[in-house]
């Protein structure tokens, strides 16, 4: 076994009988196996066992107040995109019935009416906008590349 | 010549764990019991990686919970390939790649703390007996090189804390990270030649010269 080969083989090789017999005879694959050793971290304290425990059921309500969140957005918008077309509709009729009125004029409203929802809406849930960008932020778009630093 | 039914006989065969992939179709389709599952399934690598990078156990635990939320989310957007199931997803990988990226947000700050023990952080079932110096020696020497560690170039601290703290083959290390396990191998390599060279820098005692 050379050095590079037992290098490849820690730390969790390190008890290994053919390991063991290489860095009895090899300063340097020894620091290095000592280096990883002092690397790890100390093992999970009990209270630390203790608070994993609960890890999952304080995942599990937090992604079902998210589901909830995510479901009212989609309510909201849909209502939203509901009214907007109503309001469409709406200036589409008053101009059927009252040809005289000039054509534009309903379409003018349209714009005006759909930010003012749309603001509304946003001010009404920040957090799920932040929830939603961390999540567009983390995935899929990790990949990353390149060794610098 | 047993006399169950074939349908008994199914039902007596030894069913192993559900893979990855069919927890998250089953807990995305209403089973709560899946989601529980793959959370302590690799709630601890999660935990232990994030650990490294925060103050306090309760920080490490807010992290790992965001992890799981947003690797939770990529496999909700996953569910209608997943539903269609020849489709095996990779939720490890996500799991923790995603931990790797959050711990890479921390990185710069904790690698400003000064090098106490982890052991400080959780005193709770340690010896309250006042330590002997060669175990003060040690405990300073692994906090030396816990620092150290902090400080690596970033790629070569990935892949090192993947190995060192989540036990992951250098293939997992690869796939995680999208890179090659030759790449993994090298930036290990350096990462250990590298750490040799601080903790020498830091404390020419920590290494005995041989
Ligand atoms: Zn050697």
Not at chain 1, 50 to 75: M, T
Not at chain 1, 87 to 114: C, F, H, T, Y
Not at chain 2, 99 to 105: D, M, Q, R
Not at chain 2, 139 to 149: G, K, P, S, W
Request: aromatic share 4%; hydrophobic share 45%; proline share 6%.
């Amino acid at each position: 076994m050379t050095c590079d080969e037992l290098e490849l083989l820690l730390p969790e090789g390190a008890d290994d009988p053919a390991v063991q017999a290489h860095l009895a005879q090899c300063a340097s694959c020894l620091q290095s196996a000592e280096v990883l050793a002092a690397a790890a971290q100390p093992p999970l304290s009990p209270s630390e066992k203790a608070k994993l425990g609960g890890l999952s059921s304080a995942v599990q309500s937090q992604w079902v107040r998210l589901q909830h969140r995510r479901g009212r957005v989609q309510q909201v918008l849909g209502l939203a995109v509901a009214a907007a077309l109503g309001a469409v509709i709406a200036s589409g009729v008053m101009w059927k019935l009252n040809p005289a009125r000039p054509a534009p004029q309903p379409l003018a409203v349209e714009p005006r009416a759909q930010p003012q929802v749309l603001v509304v809406l946003e001010d009404a849930s920040p957090l799920a906008a932040d929830d939603e960008s961390s999540f567009e932020v983390s995935w899929p778009s990790l990949n990353e590349e390149g060794d610098v630093l | 010549m047993s006399s169950q039914s074939p349908r008994a006989a199914l039902r007596l065969v030894p069913v192993g764990p559900r893979s990855d992939s069919g927890l998250c179709r089953d807990f995305l389709t209403g089973d709560a019991g899946a989601f529980g599952e793959l959370v302590r399934r690799h709630q601890e690598v999660v935990f232990r990686l994030l650990r490294r990078y925060t103050r306090t156990a309760d920080d490490a635990l807010d992290l790992s919970q965001r992890a799981f939320l947003q690797a939770f989310e990529a496999a909700r957007r996953s569910l209608p390939r997943l539903q269609q199931g020849a489709v095996e997803i990779p939720f490890r990988a996500w799991l923790l790649r995603i931990a790797v990226n959050l711990a890479k947000n921390q990185a710069r700050d904790a690698s400003k703390w000064p090098a106490a023990p982890v052991e400080a952080i959780d005193a709770e079932g340690q010896s309250e007996a006042a330590p002997a110096h060669e175990q003060l020696v040690r405990l300073q020497r692994e906090a030396l090189t816990r620092q150290a560690v902090l400080q690596l170039p970033r790629r070569q601290r990935e892949v090192l804390t993947l190995r060192v703290d989540g036990g992951l083959s250098f293939g997992e290390v690869a796939s995680t990270l999208g890179i090659t396990e030759g790449n993994a191998k090298t930036h290990f390599h350096y990462a250990v030649k590298r750490l040799r060279e601080e903790i020498r820098k830091l404390a020419p005692d920590a290494l005995e010269d041989k």
